[in-house]
């Protein structure tokens, strides 16, 4: 499925991020940038452990964990895209959640524009291992990104890549929802 929105194209799938050639893909990070499971283990594991190691000078040059919404930058090792952006997403049930998903998502899509790309492809953040309901998730990251093109064109596609036939038929509801 696809929406146009300025001159931003919103593209929905199925599919592994770690395959799509695009100028960044944004893995779902936890505040270390640690990648041991999820988006970020599969983004490690078939990209190559140079990432890790660059997400590691990142945490060093910091001093410390990256807050939730915020953003980090790495290249892409063997992964088709050219650069993987972190961004660290909420956990349910810290507080303020939504705020942070929508600043994740918004940090992300900023930092592309920043670095001069024109295409990112985003997962659905947070909805793993950190609990958050992927019905909200939709709504937060499209409408963010609804939001985002109808003031910058200068990105031209955005996809979000689901791993399941369940989320892609939430996020379809949702974008159909948003574009009436």
């Known amino acids: 499925m696809k929406k146009t929105f300025n001159k931003t194209v919103i593209e929905l799938m199925e599919g592994d ?3 799509l050639d695009t100028d960044a893909i944004v893995n779902a990070a936890n505040a270390q940038l640690a990648h041991g ?7 490690v594991k078939k990209g190559g452990y140079e990432i890790q190691d660059e997400s590691d000078i990142w945490i060093k040059a910091m001093g410390g964990p990256l807050s939730t919404g915020s953003v980090a930058i790495t290249g892409s090792g063997a992964l088709p895209c050219k650069y993987v952006i972190h961004a660290v997403g909420p956990r349910m049930g810290e507080g303020n ?3 942070k998903l929508k ?6 899509l900023r930092t592309g524009v920043d670095r001069g790309f024109k295409t990112i492809a985003f997962p659905a953040i947070s909805t793993g291992i950190f609990g958050f309901p992927i019905d909200r998730c939709a709504t937060i990251m499209l409408s963010t990104t609804i939001d985002f093109a109808q003031q910058d064109d200068s990105l031209e596609k955005v996809v979000f890549c689901l791993f399941s036939p369940e989320s892609l038929k939430i996020f379809k509801k949702t974008l159909k929802q948003l574009s009436e």
């Open 17 to 19: 991020i770690t395959e």
């Open 103 to 108: 600043r994740a998502t918004l940090s992300s």
């Open 97 to 99: 959640e939504d705020e």
């Open 37 to 43: 499971g999820g988006v970020a283990g599969a983004i």
